[in-house]
């Protein structure tokens, strides 16, 4: 819905402030420096919340297991 | 139906990054823990139709993923944590120094669409190939593509993250111009 507008080019038309530029990969719409910096701060971010497993999944986890013993047969 | 304990402990293991993948999604961890605590009840009942040998982290995601979307279908993403709190509610806190740059990505990230947001996690931070995000959120895998473009696109543009070539001179140019009108 908000999508509508193309992504702005990044980089200039002019010719001659193109020369400096070649590097850049013809498929990108994004800079490599900035991708990498996008990445970067994805992943510092994600990292941040990544926490030991909470008790209560280990607690819900083993405690249904215990449950499905009782109820099975023994192996 | 007993649960293997080899498949528990799968299971166990996939769920610090299940977690950070929920929080993404939804912006706030209570809600998060609620969709993992749902995800693994959800596969504890399917497990039969796990295939030993598949990606399990791939499955939970997917689980938790289409859960998010239903739940999201009935109610509107109400809680957005704007006085920043958000933070806080994690026991490993971030530290001092990187606190701004996580709350200014976290705001921007909460920004994007929810198919953006969730291409951009699964393969940029949780490890996932494209194929494997397009398996999770049931779409081609070229369609992932582009939405992950679209989503560095915005970002680059809500974190105003420019071509690096253009910090130096400017930065150079604002210090000099700082320093000529100190008194």
Redesign the interface.
């Given at each position: 819905m908000?999508?509508r507008k193309p992504?702005e080019k990044?980089q200039s038309m002019d010719p001659s402030t193109r020369n400096?530029?070649t590097k850049r990969g013809k498929d990108a719409?994004?800079?490599r420096?900035?991708?990498a910096?996008?990445?970067q701060?994805?992943?510092?971010?994600?990292d941040?919340?990544?926490?030991?497993?909470?008790d209560?999944?280990?607690d819900?986890?083993?405690k249904?297991?215990k449950s499905?013993?009782g109820k099975?047969s023994a192996? | 139906m007993s649960l293997d304990p080899t498949l528990r402990d799968i299971m166990l293991a996939a769920v610090p990054s299940l977690r950070a993948f929920g929080i993404s999604l939804c912006g706030n961890v209570d809600r998060a823990d609620d969709l993992v605590q749902e995800t693994l009840l959800r596969a504890l009942a399917n497990i039969d139709s796990f295939q030993p040998g598949t990606n399990m982290s791939a499955w939970l995601f997917t689980i938790l993923r289409n859960l998010f979307r239903s739940e999201y279908r009935k109610r509107r993403r109400e809680v957005e944590d704007a006085d920043g709190s958000y933070a806080e509610t994690l026991k490993t806190q971030p530290e001092q120094t990187s606190r701004v740059e996580f709350e200014e990505f976290r705001v921007a990230l909460s920004k994007l669409p929810d198919d953006q947001r969730e291409a951009l996690v699964l393969v940029g931070a949780s490890g996932f190939s494209y194929e494997e995000a397009a398996e999770i959120c049931g779409c081609a895998v070229g369609t992932i593509k582009s939405r992950v473009n679209r989503a560095r696109t915005r970002l680059s543009g809500l974190l105003s993250i420019d071509n690096a070539d253009d910090f130096g001179p400017d930065l150079t140019t604002r210090t000099v111009l700082a320093g000529n009108e100190r008194p």
């Open positions: 908000t999508e992504p990044p400096t530029t719409s994004l800079g420096e900035v991708q910096k996008i990445g701060q994805l992943r510092s971010y994600y941040g919340l990544i926490e030991p497993t909470p209560r999944f280990v819900l986890l083993q249904l297991d499905s013993e099975g192996e | -």
